[in-house]
Each structure stands twice: as C-alpha cells, then as structure tokens.
C-alpha cells in the first residue's frame, strides 16, 4: 500500500524499483514511515489548530457615554456578523455588560468593535473578564433587559 499524498507528485519517476525483492521490500518500508510521519504531523497541526480555535467565554464591561445611544443593538449586530453568541445588557450604574462565547480571535475582534462603539456614543473603556461559559447562550445573541 502506498501513501502518494506525502510524496512529491514525481516521487514514482525519481525512483527506479530493483527487481530484488529486499529492496522493494525495503523502500515500502521507507514509504510506510514516511507516510506515518507525515500523517502524524498533519494530524498534529489540525489538532493543534482546533486547540487554539476552542470557543472561550469572557464579558466586556464597557463605560462612557452607552446607555441610550444604541450602544446594545451595536453590539448584538456585531456579535452576529463575528459569529459570537451571548447576550448584551445595561446595568444600573450606566455601563453596559456583554458576555460573549467565541474563539479568542473573535473575541478579540469584538472588544476592539466594543472600544469604537455606535456614531453617537463617546466609550471611555472596556474592561474585559474570562467567564465561564454559560450553556443557555451558546446558541445565538440577544440584547437582554437592564439589571
């Protein structure tokens, strides 16, 4: 059996088979732990990909000018556009709350979305806490009521 996909599309010209069979025996034995290799590294890399793709939880408390400017429905279409889901909500001492479930990459992309904020609202800061994830906003975002 042979893996032709770790080898170079010319891998069978550059070879010429002995018609000894030691050696065939002894380059199906290089070809096998080549393709080993190879399938070991690959499955590594796609491993490894996942591993930092895990979706993470985290809430942004974001203060200045928020409440009232339409900072919450900012938030929930740029959670949807990035994938996110979560919730949004005003709290009582005029920031507003956004906990978030996604990979760190758009994570990221959404703070830096929090930090610009609507035409109308002036953010001073965005303060960011790992959470855990919460099973009952995993699917989707919403814009929650005040707490």
């Given at each position: 059996?042979?893996?032709?996909?770790?080898?170079?599309?010319?891998?069978?010209?550059?070879?010429?088979?002995?018609?000894?069979?030691?050696?065939?025996?002894?380059?199906?034995?290089?070809?096998?732990?080549?393709?080993?290799?190879?399938?070991?590294?690959?499955?590594?890399?796609?491993?490894?990909?996942?591993?930092?793709?895990?979706k993470k939880a985290a809430r942004f408390f974001v203060t200045g000018l928020v409440q009232g400017v339409g900072f919450r429905f900012f938030a929930q279409a740029e959670a949807e556009r990035l994938g996110l889901s979560g919730?949004?909500?005003?709290?009582?001492?005029?920031?507003?709350?956004?906990?978030?479930?996604?990979?760190?990459?758009?994570?990221?992309?959404?703070?830096?979305?929090?930090?610009?904020?609507?035409?109308?609202?002036?953010?001073?800061?965005?303060?960011?806490?790992?959470?855990?994830?919460?099973?009952?906003?995993?699917?989707?975002?919403?814009?929650?009521?005040?707490?």
């Amino acid at each position: 059996m042979r893996c032709v996909h770790a080898f170079p599309r010319n891998f069978a010209a550059q070879i010429r088979f002995s018609a000894h069979p030691l050696n065939s025996a002894h380059s199906l034995l290089h070809e096998t732990r080549s393709c080993l290799c190879l399938t070991s590294l690959r499955a590594f890399a796609t491993i490894s990909r996942f591993v930092d793709n895990a979706k993470k939880a985290a809430r942004f408390f974001v203060t200045g000018l928020v409440q009232g400017v339409g900072f919450r429905f900012f938030a929930q279409a740029e959670a949807e556009r990035l994938g996110l889901s979560g919730y949004v909500r005003n709290l009582r001492d005029g920031r507003v709350e956004a906990y978030a479930i996604g990979t760190p990459e758009q994570l990221a992309q959404f703070r830096a979305r929090l930090e610009k904020g609507p035409r109308l609202s002036s953010v001073r800061s965005v303060a960011e806490q790992t959470a855990d994830i919460d099973a009952q906003y995993t699917f989707g975002f919403i814009t929650t009521h005040t707490i």
